[in-house]
């Protein structure tokens, strides 16, 4: 699965991501000041899913994009990677 970190998501959970096989993209070595439409057309261009703590991905999905798959995490640290299961997505 093809993963976008957002700026305010945890770098560690990419990084378990990408420990479990997934292709994993980061806002923050793009451009951490990238607009959030923007980011939505990146996440469709290459089908990515975002992972984010930003509610506002919500209202512009249903006003642009309904097709986008959004994991909303809650600010963890550390990120454990026993919480995660051995197998791929």
């Not at 806002?27 to 975002?50: A, F, H, Y």
């Not at 963890?76 to 919480?83: M, S």
């Amino acid at each position: 699965m093809d993963f976008l970190i957002d700026v305010n998501a945890s770098r560690n959970l990419g990084n378990v991501l990408i420990s479990q096989g997934h292709d994993v993209a980061f806002v923050t070595d793009i451009d951490p000041e990238i607009s959030d439409e923007n980011i939505l057309q990146w996440v469709v261009r290459e089908k990515r899913v975002i992972i984010t703590t930003d509610k506002d991905f919500e209202q512009l999905i249903w006003q642009k994009i309904k097709n986008i798959l959004v994991f909303y995490v809650e600010r963890t640290y550390p990120v454990r990677k026993d919480l995660f299961y051995s197998t791929k997505f």
